[in-house]
């Protein structure tokens, strides 16, 4: 007499039901994970959306799959569902909820890493605006390839600073965030000739101010 496959009942997971002003196709023999994205999704969504299906070991044929469909707010949204007699893959699904209802990050690793991608690209994307705000900063122009080469590495240090300081999405080098860089560092520019011309147009030498500024 061959076993019968235990079934598993998720304590996390619901079955899929239609949503609203939803006409697509019909998937009421899946689980919804809570692992989904759209064209819109931030950082952290997009991260757990790829752990999740990492760890679920990817689409197969009817244990895993993503359901994709457009949406009229954001253009397109995707959903990991898992079938509900892949045992094993609503086990690891179930597992994952719990995971993320405890701490809202998967993966900090793949996290951390893309976040600092996303930065590198940002700084590169709006070099030219930075290197703007710093000259309207210091009130002239760069006058030499030394000045520019230093000026470059001020750059990058205030804008990782910044999306420390109030987030990615808000960074930005501007005579606030210099003036609150070069408070913080005081001692990490020292000689440094922009640094600390900087210092004296914006007064950023440490003294009794809130760094907040």
Same mark, same amino acid.
């Given at each position: 007499?061959?076993?019968?496959?235990?079934?598993?009942?998720?304590?996390?997971?619901?079955?899929?039901?239609?949503?609203?002003?939803?006409?697509?196709?019909?998937?009421?023999?899946?689980?919804?994970?809570?692992?989904?994205?759209?064209?819109?999704?931030?950082?952290?969504?997009?991260?757990?959306?790829?752990?999740?299906?990492?760890?679920?070991?990817?689409?197969?044929?009817?244990?895993?799959?993503?359901?994709?469909?457009?949406?009229?707010?954001?253009?397109?949204?995707?959903?990991?569902?898992?079938?509900?007699?892949?045992?094993?893959?609503?086990?690891?699904?179930?597992?994952?909820?719990?995971?993320?209802?405890?701490?809202?990050?998967?993966?900090?690793?793949?996290?951390?890493?893309?976040?600092?991608?996303?930065?590198?690209?940002?700084?590169?994307?709006?070099?030219?605006?930075?290197?703007?705000?710093?000259?309207?900063?210091?009130?002239?122009?760069?006058?030499?390839?030394?000045?520019?080469?230093?000026?470059?590495?001020?750059?990058?240090?205030?804008?990782?600073?910044?999306?420390? =300081?109030? #987030?990615?999405? %808000?960074?930005?080098?501007? *005579?606030?965030? /210099?003036?609150?860089? !070069?408070?913080? =560092?005081? #001692?990490?520019? %020292?000689?440094?000739?922009? *640094?600390?011309? /900087?210092?004296?147009? !914006?007064?950023? =030498?440490?003294?009794?101010?809130?760094?907040?500024?």
């Amino acid at each position: 007499m061959k076993n019968k496959k235990r079934s598993f009942t998720p304590k996390l997971l619901k079955l899929w039901t239609t949503p609203d002003n939803y006409a697509g196709s019909q998937y009421p023999d899946y689980y919804r994970t809570g692992f989904g994205q759209s064209r819109d999704s931030d950082l952290m969504e997009r991260c757990n959306f790829s752990a999740a299906l990492t760890a679920l070991g990817g689409e197969t044929k009817q244990g895993v799959i993503v359901i994709r469909s457009s949406h009229w707010a954001c253009g397109w949204v995707e959903a990991i569902l898992v079938h509900k007699n892949a045992t094993a893959k609503l086990r690891i699904a179930d597992e994952l909820a719990k995971r993320i209802a405890e701490y809202c990050i998967l993966d900090e690793d793949s996290f951390f890493e893309l976040e600092r991608e996303e930065q590198e690209e940002t700084l590169k994307n709006y070099s030219a605006d930075f290197m703007k705000e710093l000259e309207s900063a210091l009130g002239r122009t760069l006058q030499t390839q030394d000045e520019v080469a230093e000026s470059v590495d001020l750059i990058a240090a205030v804008f990782f600073e910044d999306c420390g =300081y109030c #987030g990615p999405e %808000d960074a930005w080098v501007s *005579a606030k965030s /210099l003036k609150r860089y !070069l408070l913080s =560092y005081e #001692g990490q520019h %020292d000689g440094k000739p922009i *640094a600390t011309e /900087l210092r004296i147009k !914006l007064d950023a =030498y440490p003294k009794e101010v809130e760094l907040a500024v």
